[in-house]
């Protein structure tokens, strides 16, 4: 084969073009697009890898980490998501804002989406592959142990784990850390 016809192969051969086709999925699906829509505070973080959908509905306090692989959606219509300031998500979380029906009769797909507000609370601390449903409240503070899957409102400092997520501790107040560090 001459070198112009390596030359066409090479321009015509699709795999020229699925490095391409990659970069314009990233951009339009998971993550750049979305970014510019953000509400966020100063000093917020991201992995490049975190995906954000209707991000006009997702605002960030500042300070705020979000790890590696995290998934944030927002409700198509209504479901905001509100994270406080300096909280924590470790990798793999994944919070959305809206849930489908489940009634009988009717695939799940074709029913309405059910779509609720989240808050996470300043301070929060949401460990590798928790899950946030919608409408929770998680108040500023709280830790949610890996796995978990928060499922109703988590109070202000407490500890949860689990699925369904349950209230196991609550967070030490500063002198009781202190205390329990001096006794070891």
Known sequence: MN???TALLSVIDP???LHGLRVLHFYGYAHVSQVRKLDRGPDVTFAPNVSFRNAERITIGGGTHIGEYSTIWAGNSVGRITFGEKCLLAPRVTVTASNYGIEQGTPVMDQPKIESDIVIGSGSW???DVVVLAGVTIGAGAIVA???VVTRDVPANAIVGGVPAKVIGTRPLPEQSLATAGAA
């Open 126 to 128: 949401l460990g590798a």
């Open 15 to 17: 795999r020229v073009y």
């Open 146 to 148: 890996a796995g978990a």
């Open 3 to 5: 070198r112009y016809a």
